[in-house]
Protein backbone atom coordinates (compact mmCIF):
# COMPACT_ATOMS: atom_id res chain seq x y z
CA UNK A 1 0.00 0.00 0.00
CA UNK A 2 1.33 3.42 -1.02
CA UNK A 3 2.39 6.14 1.18
CA UNK A 4 -1.34 8.04 0.01
CA UNK A 5 -2.84 5.31 0.14
CA UNK A 6 -1.77 4.58 3.95
CA UNK A 7 -2.58 8.18 4.79
CA UNK A 8 -6.15 7.90 3.52
CA UNK A 9 -6.86 4.94 5.25
CA UNK A 10 -5.79 6.40 8.77
CA UNK A 11 -7.80 9.70 8.04
CA UNK A 12 -10.68 7.34 7.45
CA UNK A 13 -10.51 4.88 10.60
CA UNK A 14 -9.86 8.80 12.59
CA UNK A 15 -12.89 9.73 11.45
CA UNK A 16 -14.82 7.00 12.06
CA UNK A 17 -13.46 6.39 15.76
CA UNK A 18 -13.91 10.27 16.35
CA UNK A 19 -17.55 9.13 15.38
CA UNK A 20 -17.93 6.23 17.72
CA UNK A 21 -16.52 8.45 20.62
CA UNK A 22 -19.12 11.49 20.25
CA UNK A 23 -22.32 8.86 19.09
CA UNK A 24 -21.35 7.29 22.48
CA UNK A 25 -21.17 9.87 24.40
CA UNK A 26 -23.61 12.76 22.91
CA UNK A 27 -26.13 10.44 21.04
CA UNK A 28 -26.00 9.98 17.47
CA UNK A 29 -28.61 12.75 16.42
CA UNK A 30 -26.57 15.12 18.66
CA UNK A 31 -23.71 14.87 16.65
CA UNK A 32 -23.14 16.49 13.21
CA UNK A 33 -20.27 15.50 10.49
CA UNK A 34 -18.55 19.02 11.66
CA UNK A 35 -18.55 17.49 15.58
CA UNK A 36 -16.62 14.61 14.10
CA UNK A 37 -14.21 16.47 11.98
CA UNK A 38 -13.37 18.72 14.88
CA UNK A 39 -12.84 16.10 16.86
CA UNK A 40 -10.46 13.99 14.36
CA UNK A 41 -8.45 17.27 13.60
CA UNK A 42 -9.36 17.49 10.41
CA UNK A 43 -11.83 20.08 8.18
CA UNK A 44 -15.20 19.49 7.66
CA UNK A 45 -14.67 19.78 3.87
CA UNK A 46 -12.13 16.78 4.34
CA UNK A 47 -14.91 15.00 6.23
CA UNK A 48 -17.28 15.03 3.55
CA UNK A 49 -14.71 13.97 1.05
CA UNK A 50 -14.09 10.78 2.96
CA UNK A 51 -17.84 9.85 4.04
CA UNK A 52 -21.23 11.52 2.40
CA UNK A 53 -23.00 11.92 5.70
CA UNK A 54 -22.78 10.44 9.02
CA UNK A 55 -24.55 7.64 8.56
CA UNK A 56 -21.50 6.39 6.54
CA UNK A 57 -19.74 6.70 9.28
CA UNK A 58 -20.30 3.68 11.14
CA UNK A 59 -20.00 1.55 8.17
CA UNK A 60 -15.95 2.27 7.65
CA UNK A 61 -15.26 -0.87 9.93
CA UNK A 62 -17.28 -3.45 7.96
CA UNK A 63 -16.21 -2.12 4.80
CA UNK A 64 -12.85 -1.72 5.82
CA UNK A 65 -12.50 -5.58 6.60
CA UNK A 66 -13.25 -6.85 2.85
CA UNK A 67 -9.24 -5.99 2.07
CA UNK A 68 -8.22 -8.32 4.63
CA UNK A 69 -10.90 -11.05 3.92
CA UNK A 70 -9.62 -10.71 -0.15
CA UNK A 71 -5.72 -10.96 1.29
CA UNK A 72 -6.72 -13.83 3.41
CA UNK A 73 -8.54 -15.98 1.22
CA UNK A 74 -5.72 -15.12 -1.70
CA UNK A 75 -3.25 -16.71 1.10
CA UNK A 76 -5.41 -19.91 2.53
CA UNK A 77 -6.36 -20.31 -1.24
CA UNK A 78 -5.08 -24.05 -1.76
CA UNK A 79 -7.98 -24.86 1.47
CA UNK A 80 -11.30 -26.11 0.53
CA UNK A 81 -13.95 -23.41 0.39
CA UNK A 82 -15.32 -23.92 3.78
CA UNK A 83 -12.02 -23.85 5.18
CA UNK A 84 -10.85 -20.86 3.40
CA UNK A 85 -13.86 -18.99 4.15
CA UNK A 86 -13.76 -19.90 8.16
CA UNK A 87 -9.35 -19.13 7.77
CA UNK A 88 -10.38 -15.63 6.45
CA UNK A 89 -13.13 -14.92 9.39
CA UNK A 90 -10.33 -15.57 11.58
CA UNK A 91 -7.88 -13.14 9.84
CA UNK A 92 -10.67 -10.31 10.06
CA UNK A 93 -10.96 -11.68 13.88
CA UNK A 94 -7.75 -11.31 14.96
CA UNK A 95 -7.74 -8.05 13.36
CA UNK A 96 -10.99 -6.81 15.22
CA UNK A 97 -9.32 -7.99 18.49
CA UNK A 98 -6.28 -6.22 18.26
CA UNK A 99 -8.48 -3.02 19.52
CA UNK A 100 -12.04 -4.30 19.70
CA UNK A 101 -13.68 -2.07 21.90
CA UNK A 102 -14.32 1.10 18.87
CA UNK A 103 -15.92 -1.75 16.91
CA UNK A 104 -18.23 -3.37 19.79
CA UNK A 105 -19.79 0.82 20.82
CA UNK A 106 -19.99 0.97 16.76
CA UNK A 107 -22.07 -2.05 16.24
CA UNK A 108 -24.22 -1.33 19.37
CA UNK A 109 -24.98 2.18 18.11
CA UNK A 110 -25.96 0.66 14.54
CA UNK A 111 -28.11 -1.43 15.81
CA UNK A 112 -30.25 1.28 18.51
CA UNK A 113 -30.78 3.39 15.35
CA UNK A 114 -33.76 2.80 12.87
CA UNK A 115 -32.66 5.24 10.28
CA UNK A 116 -29.14 3.00 10.23
CA UNK A 117 -30.51 -0.03 8.85
CA UNK A 118 -31.08 0.62 5.34
CA UNK A 119 -27.02 1.29 5.08
CA UNK A 120 -26.09 -1.52 6.96
CA UNK A 121 -28.07 -3.64 4.25
CA UNK A 122 -26.06 -2.33 1.29
CA UNK A 123 -23.10 -3.35 3.40
CA UNK A 124 -24.42 -6.34 4.04
CA UNK A 125 -24.86 -6.96 0.51
CA UNK A 126 -21.64 -5.83 -0.64
CA UNK A 127 -20.27 -8.62 1.37
CA UNK A 128 -22.94 -11.78 0.35
CA UNK A 129 -21.75 -10.80 -3.37
CA UNK A 130 -18.33 -11.41 -2.41
CA UNK A 131 -18.65 -14.26 -0.79
CA UNK A 132 -20.99 -15.39 -3.35
CA UNK A 133 -18.20 -14.68 -5.80
CA UNK A 134 -15.82 -16.87 -3.69
CA UNK A 135 -17.90 -19.57 -3.58
CA UNK A 136 -18.74 -19.71 -7.41
CA UNK A 137 -15.67 -18.18 -9.10
CA UNK A 138 -17.56 -17.11 -11.70
CA UNK A 139 -21.23 -15.66 -12.63
CA UNK A 140 -23.88 -18.93 -12.20
CA UNK A 141 -25.13 -20.22 -15.79
CA UNK A 142 -28.29 -20.62 -14.35
CA UNK A 143 -30.68 -19.02 -12.33
CA UNK A 144 -31.18 -22.22 -10.34
CA UNK A 145 -27.09 -22.09 -9.86
CA UNK A 146 -27.45 -18.24 -8.96
CA UNK A 147 -29.72 -18.76 -6.14
CA UNK A 148 -27.95 -21.87 -4.53
CA UNK A 149 -24.77 -19.56 -4.72
CA UNK A 150 -26.29 -16.78 -3.51
CA UNK A 151 -28.39 -18.50 -0.50
CA UNK A 152 -25.04 -20.10 0.42
CA UNK A 153 -23.22 -16.97 0.40
CA UNK A 154 -26.59 -15.22 2.51
CA UNK A 155 -26.15 -17.94 4.97
CA UNK A 156 -22.33 -17.61 5.90
CA UNK A 157 -22.85 -13.25 5.96
CA UNK A 158 -25.72 -14.38 8.22
CA UNK A 159 -23.67 -16.30 10.71
CA UNK A 160 -20.76 -14.04 10.64
CA UNK A 161 -23.76 -11.01 11.69
CA UNK A 162 -24.72 -13.23 14.29
CA UNK A 163 -21.31 -13.77 15.73
CA UNK A 164 -20.51 -10.23 15.58
CA UNK A 165 -23.72 -9.11 17.28
CA UNK A 166 -23.29 -11.89 19.97
CA UNK A 167 -19.15 -10.95 20.34
CA UNK A 168 -20.02 -7.26 20.10
CA UNK A 169 -22.65 -7.21 24.11
CA UNK A 170 -20.77 -10.10 25.83
CA UNK A 171 -16.92 -10.91 26.47
CA UNK A 172 -16.37 -13.98 24.85
CA UNK A 173 -13.39 -13.74 21.91
CA UNK A 174 -14.65 -14.12 18.76
CA UNK A 175 -12.98 -17.18 16.87
CA UNK A 176 -14.21 -19.44 18.92
CA UNK A 177 -18.08 -18.36 18.46
CA UNK A 178 -17.29 -18.61 14.49
CA UNK A 179 -16.07 -22.09 14.62
CA UNK A 180 -19.68 -23.01 16.16
CA UNK A 181 -21.23 -20.90 13.17
CA UNK A 182 -18.99 -22.33 10.33
CA UNK A 183 -19.73 -26.15 12.03
CA UNK A 184 -23.30 -25.58 11.79
CA UNK A 185 -22.40 -24.32 8.22
CA UNK A 186 -20.87 -27.44 7.10
CA UNK A 187 -24.37 -29.20 6.18
CA UNK A 188 -25.47 -26.82 4.21
CA UNK A 189 -21.55 -26.64 2.06
CA UNK A 190 -22.06 -30.50 1.52
CA UNK A 191 -25.84 -30.04 0.59
CA UNK A 192 -24.73 -27.23 -1.99
CA UNK A 193 -22.15 -29.89 -3.58
CA UNK A 194 -24.78 -32.62 -3.55
CA UNK A 195 -26.77 -29.90 -5.56
CA UNK A 196 -24.11 -29.95 -7.93
CA UNK A 197 -23.02 -26.22 -7.11
CA UNK A 198 -19.35 -25.80 -8.25
CA UNK A 199 -17.09 -24.57 -5.42
CA UNK A 200 -14.06 -22.70 -5.99
Do not use: C
Not at 57 to 64: A, D, F, N, R
Not at 90 to 103: F, G, K, L, N, Q
Not at 152 to 158: E, H, K, Q, R
Amino acid sequence: MSVRETNKQRTRHALANAAVDLFTQRGYDAVTMADVAESAGVSRRTAFRYFASKDDLLMEYPLSWLPLFDEAVERHGDLPLPDRLRAASHAIAAHIEVDPEPVKRAMAIALSQPALAARYAAVARQWIDRIATEIAGEPPESPEEAVRTRVLASAVMGMIDTTLELWAAGDEPMSPLLDVGFDLLDGAFTQARQSKVELR
